[in-house]
């Protein structure tokens, strides 16, 4: 499987961006699928997750209400849509393959990961 994570880039604070993430080798459909970020100087951390037919989410709390996770099984491709953007958002994110089909936040349960996209947000 190889993950293809775009959308990052360089935003006010406030601003909007959507980050896709693409997998190409298998189908999507069957399993959970999840978005990490990494800011410089930290351990990488949950941001949200996805259920593989897509009626499951989760966040963390720092993005609820302003992050939304969803997925196109048909087009193979998960997407976070980040809204309301904080400096505190800024980092390198990661999307994920989980090895089952329900929600989950633990990186363990993640056996794909993509290369990842820079999201910079600037106050």
């Known amino acids: 499987v190889q993950l293809q994570a775009s959308g990052g880039g360089l935003v006010q604070a406030g601003g909007s961006l959507r980050l896709s993430c693409a997998a190409s080798?298998?189908?999507?459909?069957?399993?959970?699928m999840g978005w990490f970020r990494q800011a410089p100087g930290k351990e990488r951390e949950f941001v949200a997750t996805?259920?593989?037919?897509?009626?499951?989410?989760r966040y963390t709390d720092s993005v609820k209400g302003r992050f939304i996770i969803s997925r196109d099984n048909a087009a193979n491709t998960v997407y976070l849509q980040m809204n309301n953007l904080k400096p505190d958002d800024t980092a390198v994110y990661y999307c994920?393959?989980?090895?089952?089909?329900?929600?989950?936040?633990?990186?363990?349960?993640?056996?794909?990961w993509g290369q990842g996209t820079q999201v910079t947000v600037s106050s």
């Open positions: 994920a393959v989980s090895k089952y089909g329900s929600t989950t936040s633990y990186p363990r349960d993640y056996n794909y």
């Open positions: 996805i259920s593989w037919g897509g009626r499951s989410t």
């Open positions: 080798g298998r189908t999507l459909s069957s399993a959970g």
